[in-house]
């Protein structure tokens, strides 16, 4: 469970990661916004096949790029949730501590890995590009 210390941590360190990207990738987040939660919603879990919260650092929700076509009309909006217990464990080390500068780099392969999906990216391919 995270706390609110722990939340404001967090958004801090979240805050500091969006500053410091590149233009193009914060033009990107205005087209496809960030959300935060603590933890993924049951039905997420279970379409994706996660079977423990802290698994899933982010979601893509929407129709990658790739896959959009004219005559198919837009349902909802594209957004990213990102989930602070997953990136946290992500960021842990061996001895479950959480540095600045480690949760600030789960951050931002996070983003970056879902705005790869929102581009069309799959898994493999973001793996390869350093995102998996």
């Not at 919603?41 to 893509?60: A, K």
């Not at 949730?81 to 960021?91: Q, V």
């Not at 931002?108 to 995102?131: C, K, S, V």
């Amino acid at each position: 469970m995270v706390d609110k210390r722990t939340r404001r941590w967090f958004d801090a360190q979240l805050a500091r990661v969006v500053a410091q990207l590149p233009a193009e990738v914060k033009e990107k987040i205005e087209e496809v916004p960030l959300h935060v939660e603590d933890y993924p919603p049951e039905d997420v879990m279970r379409e994706l096949g996660i079977e423990y919260r802290d698994d899933l650092c982010g979601y893509y929700h929407g129709v990658p790029i790739d896959q959009r076509h004219v005559d198919q009309p837009v349902v909802e909006p594209d957004f990213i949730t990102l989930y602070r217990e997953g990136i946290m464990a992500a960021a842990a080390d061996e001895n479950g501590e959480i540095s600045d500068e480690r949760l600030r780099e789960e951050i931002r392969i996070t983003i970056l890995h879902e705005l790869g999906h929102h581009h069309g990216i799959d898994e493999d391919e973001l793996g390869e590009l350093g995102y998996g």
